[in-house]
């Protein structure tokens, strides 16, 4: 497998990789296994149950694990070229801030609304397809439906009550991501063992496929630990900053909007980034822009220190660091977990876990998939336009997309161009012709 691949494939999820978080594993798939043929079915699975276990970027941290089977350069390399399409647009608008404004970040959000779209479809099209190559459909739709409820029937509620027109947001008891993971696993693995019991002739252990797991993540280790020395040499304060940088990463469970909250009190809270800064500028421009909140917000916060300390100039430079820390942080830690599960690859647990952990996936997916409906809801409200309409519109616009894609065979490129320009151009309308 050639290094270009890995890295092409991961720039390609950065660049449109609206949403973050589990609701990218279709694109992810699609890039990795699908097409790119970087990884197997069974191998992607797992990497989904190590990047959900571990902390920090989610996409980040897939895009390591998807490159070790190539080696070093290209594991590294691709996490790396995840994150680099959002964080550089990130640091480009925030130069022109002063000039554009907040306008930009609403324009941004407008052509999200159709990415969104499009995500959909591809969301759709996976679990459709996991449930039909299952051979256990029933068993399959059962097992998504229990994880879909544990960790999104509040939001499935309160996306029926904006589908009747009510604005309302309903709360209700769920477990995280994690939780439901580990609870996953837990029940793979009693399963697998109640089977060795009954059957305790175990499966020949195979030589690992991977075995550049630990080397890869003791260069990434390497990397961020540079990332400090170089972090302190540079401004006063440095060496402190870039070890919250690695700190908060390594804390950061639930995806970006968790990362907010542990950025708040690493950062915020102690003085060295302004609230204001923060709130009405990093965290707009992150969620309006494609690719690892996380990683968009510790390259903004590098910035906004380095140039109140030295300039614009030490600001980039203390972007990169931010940026260059933050992923070999949470990809080495995503890899050392990694080298664990490599040992135990040809297990009865990894058999069982490579199957059954499908229909969790595909529940956390309509968990994320009903969070992109209600952020596309809020994006074409917050210029005027009827909540159940809009509720209504979004599926009614996904399924266009599919029209469209198998009559015309229109490849992923133009239909992101197609549903980013339409949705864009109908927002602003909305907006009196342009973005409040």
Known sequence: MRIGTVVRSSLTVGLIGFGGGAVLIPVLHRQFVERGHVVDEATFG?????????????????????????????STLAAFAMGLPGALLALLILLAFTWLGEAAIRWIEYAAFGVSLFILLVVAGYVIG????????????????????????GRLFTLIARLLGAEVSIEAPHLTTFQLIVVALAAIGITAWRARRHDPEAPPRQQTTEPGSLTTASVLTGISLGCLVAGALLIPGGLRFMGLVVASTLSSFGGGAAYIAVADGFFVVPGLVDADVFYHQLVPIANALPGPILVKLVSGMGYATGTAAGGIGTGLAMAALAFAAAISACAAVALFVMAFFDRIKESRFATALSLWILPVICGLLCTTSCSLWLGCIDTATSVGAPTATVAWAVPLGVMLLQVVQRRFRANDVALLLLAGTTSTLLLALLGSGAPA
């Open 46 to 74: 797992t990497h989904t149950v190590v990047t959900n276990l571990t902390p920090g970027a989610f996409p980040v941290k897939m895009a390591a694990l998807a490159g070790v089977g190539t080696g070093v350069m290209a």
């Open 130 to 153: 996991v449930i039909r190559r299952s051979g256990r459909a029933r068993t399959f739709i059962g097992l998504t439906l229990v994880c879909f409820l544990a960790t999104g029937a």
